[in-house]
């Protein structure tokens, strides 16, 4: 089980970070990675990071604001997110991929239920 948590409002140009606790699963057999669904759109990649911690990749509308970051010894994975903007309010998930790095949520095995940001203007 994935559980995401930090999410909440934040005014435009502040800053959140976002936690994914696993419960029943060890964290370091997989590569994680958050996406994102806002209010009438189809849920996007954000950010991945592979078993040991390296190398991360990141969506091209969240680099160098965001970084996904792991404790394995707290099967805890993270992700600080800086400088936000209204666009990015959206429900973020945690998601865990047992086979390598990638972006396409068909690839995921496992997810959060998702934790709500919304960044006003």
């Known amino acids: 089980q994935l559980v995401e948590s930090g999410g909440g409002l934040v005014q435009a140009g502040g800053s959140l970070r976002l936690s994914c606790a696993a419960s029943g699963r060890t964290v370091s057999s997989y590569v994680m990675a958050w996406f994102r669904q806002a209010p009438g759109k189809e849920r996007e990649f954000v950010a991945g990071i592979n078993r040991s911690g390296l190398p991360t990749y990141y969506a091209d509308s969240v680099k160098g604001r965001f970084t996904i970051s792991r404790d394995n010894a707290k099967n805890t994975v993270y992700l600080q997110m800086n400088s936000l903007k209204p666009e990015d309010t959206a429900v973020y998930y945690c998601?865990?991929?047992?086979?390598?790095?990638?972006?396409?949520?068909?690839?995921?095995?496992?997810w959060g239920k998702g934790t709500l940001v919304t960044v006003s203007s």
């Open positions: 998601a865990a991929n047992q086979y390598g790095s990638s972006s396409s949520e068909d690839h995921m095995d496992y």
